[in-house]
């Protein structure tokens, strides 16, 4: 049985959120797909994750058996959240694109996750590269949305597009390679004319024939 977790970012609620769009529609053709799937939510756009701070950082770097109860008490949810993506084999993710770059939510969802011991190992006897991720074998399908266009690679505002490379640079985290993320974007949300319509459609064929052909595969490999 495969386990999707499903993590919304968007600040806006259902009906006017169209990452949410993408992430339900996905979500819905998995299951028609796979049935038996377990899904997961984690909505850190209406639930924001409280940013880290010296507490939160200082409890992460004391080894486990050292820690003192507030230290274990600050690091909980953080717990829940890895363990969250330790259970998922597809992480589908709702990433609108705020400001060139990700919400403040999702930022402190992957700041909870980055975590030595949990997702990341760090050894300075492997040299330059002394981080070495914990997790892996998992697949990531970004489902964003933006106001603007021309954010994919060789468009007009590629050099603009701090959400993409971002995502990618930490996707190590949630136990994903570079090569197993997948992203769909609806671009031109703000001009409202004909080129949006034609995003938002394609959009919506490329998140539906992704959630069909993971299920498939998921429920194949199980
Ligand atoms: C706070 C905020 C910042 C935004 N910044 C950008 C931006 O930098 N570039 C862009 O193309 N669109 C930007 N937009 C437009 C959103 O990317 C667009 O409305 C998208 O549909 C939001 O996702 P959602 O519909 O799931 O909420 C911004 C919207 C908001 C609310």
New binding site residues.
């Given amino acids: 049985m495969a386990t999707l977790l499903r993590i919304d970012a968007?600040?806006?609620l259902e009906e006017?959120?169209?990452?949410?769009h993408l992430t339900g529609l996905f979500t819905r053709t998995f299951l028609t797909n796979a049935s038996e799937t377990q899904v997961i939510t984690r909505d850190v756009g209406q639930k924001p994750i409280p940013a880290i701070d010296h507490q939160f950082i200082h409890a992460a770097f004391t080894p486990p058996e050292e820690r003192e109860p507030w230290m274990n008490e600050r690091l909980a949810l953080s717990d829940e959240l890895v363990d969250e993506v330790v259970a998922a084999d597809i992480l589908v993710l709702?990433a609108?694109?705020?400001?060139?770059g990700m919400p403040t939510a999702l930022k402190g969802w992957i700041d909870h996750i980055a975590r030595i011991g949990k997702t990341f190992s760090f050894d300075l006897a492997r040299g330059d590269t002394p981080i070495e991720p914990t997790l892996s074998g998992k697949r990531l399908v970004v489902l964003s949305?933006?106001?603007?266009f021309g954010f994919a690679p060789g468009g007009v505002r590629a050099h603009l597009n701090a959400l993409d490379p971002a995502l990618a640079a930490c996707a190590h985290y949630f136990g994903v390679a570079r090569n197993d993320i997948e992203t769909v974007a609806?671009e031109y949300?703000?001009f409202k004319d004909d080129r949006y319509r034609a995003s938002v459609e394609a959009a919506e064929a490329r998140t539906r024939e992704l959630a069909a052909k993971l299920a498939v595969a998921e429920a194949q490999a199980t």
């Fill in positions: 968007s600040a806006q006017r959120s169209l990452t949410r709702g609108p694109m705020y400001n060139y949305s933006r106001g603007e609806i949300q703000e």
